[in-house]
């Protein structure tokens, strides 16, 4: 009898932060439903917080504190293009033959 009640208390003492840990879960509603007139309030409150996002301007694009410092880069230089003389053939020199 003394071993079952050692076992009782040993088994007492190790659920207890397990059962401590455990959520409190309600399932059940605690009180009656909103009425038609808090529908209609909370509905008022939900467009105006709409409407006064919609005043709230677009951010700026970058918020760049160095953006200032950085040096432009450099203009990519194009290739420079071949003269016309060039596109003409050229004559062959030396023997040509008949």
């Not at 079952?4 to 059962?19: C, I, K, N």
């Not at 959520?23 to 467009?47: H, I, S, V, Y």
């Not at 203009?75 to 004559?91: D, F, H, N």
């Amino acid at each position: 009898m003394k071993l079952f009640r050692m076992a009782a208390v040993l088994l007492a003492v190790l659920a207890g932060p397990a059962y401590a840990q455990m959520p409190n879960l309600n399932l059940l509603q605690e009180g009656p439903g909103k009425t038609p007139e808090e529908k209609a309030a909370d509905a008022e409150r939900d467009k105006a917080y709409k409407e006064t996002l919609k005043k709230i301007p677009d951010a700026k694009a970058s918020n760049d504190p160095w953006g200032g410092m950085r040096s432009d880069p450099a203009p990519k230089q194009a290739a420079p293009k071949a003269s016309t003389a060039s596109s003409v053939p050229k004559k062959k020199s030396g023997a040509t033959a008949n």
